[in-house]
């Protein structure tokens, strides 16, 4: 069954170039990550409001750092999974252009990904909002459990985008030309239901381009994809990988 329908996308890859891939937090559960909406993600045990809006952050930055401080220990820890590495492997093979991510933390980069768009931030750094100094992951972790700025003492903020915050402007907008510009847009463990990424393969859809999708569960756009793989995400696009010819 799955043998089947990863050659449809195999020949979809190979017919539509170039791929783009959108990925969400679906690729990272198997690196031990809990992804958002599942039964056992995140939200389950966490109220959004109370801990990833930039209003909860403002008015309470203390209690959002228990609460990410926690996160960023599992995220330091967690390793890429056969599903980044066949992206990264896949991109240096010609068959991916690049690699857009809801993801914060930084597997795919890590897998050895370049072309990498990471439209809701990462956990790289964190910056202080009065004085705007930067200040990279090891130097947070050792400030935590409440980082203060080194320069003014205020309580930074993880680069990571909160729900009310806008989106980094050049990413979204790399993201929108790309999603266009794709043959195909494969999405990856990702419920789309988080705008403006889930509107992406809208962009491509307008363009004349396919849509694939490989996810646990449905997504609202199932109906329009060319292939829709339930499946976990390593064990697929490993599949992918091998499906393929070496190159284009
Ligand atoms: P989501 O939780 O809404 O959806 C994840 C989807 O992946 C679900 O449909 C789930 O069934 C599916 N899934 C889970 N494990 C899978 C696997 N092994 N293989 C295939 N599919 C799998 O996540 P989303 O769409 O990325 O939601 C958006 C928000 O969640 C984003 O803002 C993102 O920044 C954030 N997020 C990021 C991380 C991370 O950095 N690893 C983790 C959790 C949430």
């Known amino acids: 069954m799955l043998g089947m329908s990863v050659e449809r996308l195999a020949e979809l890859v190979v017919a539509r170039r170039p791929c783009v891939v959108l990925t969400g937090a679906g690729i990272s559960t198997e690196s031990g990550i809990p992804d958002f909406r599942s039964p056992t993600g995140v939200w389950a045990q966490y109220d959004p409001m109370e801990y990833a809006t930039i209003d909860a952050f403002l008015e309470d930055p203390v209690k959002v750092w228990d609460f990410y401080g926690k996160r960023l220990a599992l995220l330091d820890d967690a390793q890429p999974n056969d599903g980044h590495r066949s992206l990264a492997e896949l991109e240096d093979r010609g068959w991916v252009r690049a690699v857009v991510t809801q993801n914060i933390d930084r597997l795919h980069e890590r897998a050895g990904s370049r072309a990498l768009v990471e439209v809701h931030g990462s956990i790289r750094t964190s910056s202080c909002l009065a004085c705007g100094t930067v200040v990279p992951f090891a130097e947070v972790v050792?400030?935590?459990?409440?980082?203060?700025?080194?320069?003014?003492?205020?309580?930074?903020?993880?680069?990571?985008?909160?729900?009310?915050?806008?989106?980094?402007?050049?990413?979204?907008?790399?993201?929108?030309?790309?999603?266009?510009?794709?043959?195909?847009?494969?999405?990856?463990?990702?419920?789309?239901?988080?705008?403006?990424?889930?509107?992406?393969?809208?962009?491509?859809?307008?363009?004349?381009?396919?849509?694939?999708?490989?996810?646990?569960?449905?997504?609202?756009?199932d109906a329009r994809a060319s292939v829709t793989i339930d499946g976990g995400a390593g064990e697929v696009l490993r599949a992918l990988a091998d499906a393929l010819p070496e190159r284009p």
């Open 142 to 221: 050792a400030l935590l459990p409440v980082p203060a700025c080194p320069s003014c003492g205020r309580i930074l903020k993880p680069d990571v985008v909160m729900f009310g915050e806008l989106l980094p402007e050049a990413a979204i907008e790399r993201a929108t030309q790309l999603a266009a510009a794709a043959g195909v847009l494969l999405v990856v463990g990702s419920s789309l239901e988080v705008y403006p990424v889930a509107g992406l393969p809208l962009e491509t859809l307008a363009a004349g381009g396919s849509l694939a999708i490989v996810n646990r569960g449905s997504t609202p756009l």
